[in-house]
C-alpha cells in the first residue's frame, strides 16, 4: 500500500483560499489513481477529485467543481488541492487517498487534515 500524509489545513474566512498537500510513499505511483476526499462535521465522506499520476488528468466532483484545482508534482511524490473562494459549507476534514488505476476502490488513505472556513 501506498502511505499518505496530508498537510497544509486549517482555519480561513469565507472567499480566502488555501492549498493542502498530499505526500506519497512507499510505492511508485506510476500505475496509481490518487484523490482527495472529505467529511464534512456529521455527515457523510464525499469525492473532491482525482489525479491520474501517469498522465496527470483530473476530475471533480459537482460540489467543488470550479473552484478547486488538483495538481502534482511527479518527482517529488506530491499531489495538491489548491481550494479558491471557499465556503463555510467547505469545512470538513480532507483525506488523501489512493488506488492502482487498475481498480475501483481507493484502498490507502491518509489520516486527514482539517479545514475550517468561517462566515
Known amino acids: 500500500q501506498v502511505q499518505l500524509v496530508e498537510s497544509g489545513g486549517g482555519l480561513v474566512q469565507a472567499g480566502g483560499s488555501l492549498r493542502l498537500s498530499c505526500t506519497a510513499s512507499?510505492?511508485?505511483?506510476?500505475?496509481?489513481?490518487l484523490g482527495w476526499f472529505r467529511q464534512p462535521p456529521g455527515k457523510e465522506r464525499e469525492f473532491v477529485g482525482r489525479i491520474i499520476w501517469s498522465s496527470g488528468r483530473t476530475s471533480y466532483g459537482d460540489a467543488t467543481k470550479g473552484r478547486f484545482t488538483i495538481s502534482r508534482i511527479s518527482a517529488n511524490n506530491t499531489m495538491f488541492l489548491r481550494m479558491n473562494n471557499l465556503e463555510p459549507e467547505d469545512t470538513a476534514v480532507y483525506y488523501c487517498a489512493a488506488r492502482a488505476d487498475v481498480t475501483v476502490r481507493f484502498d490507502s488513505w491518509g489520516r486527514g487534515t482539517q479545514v475550517t472556513v468561517t462566515s
Open positions: 512507499g510505492r511508485t505511483l506510476s500505475s496509481h489513481v
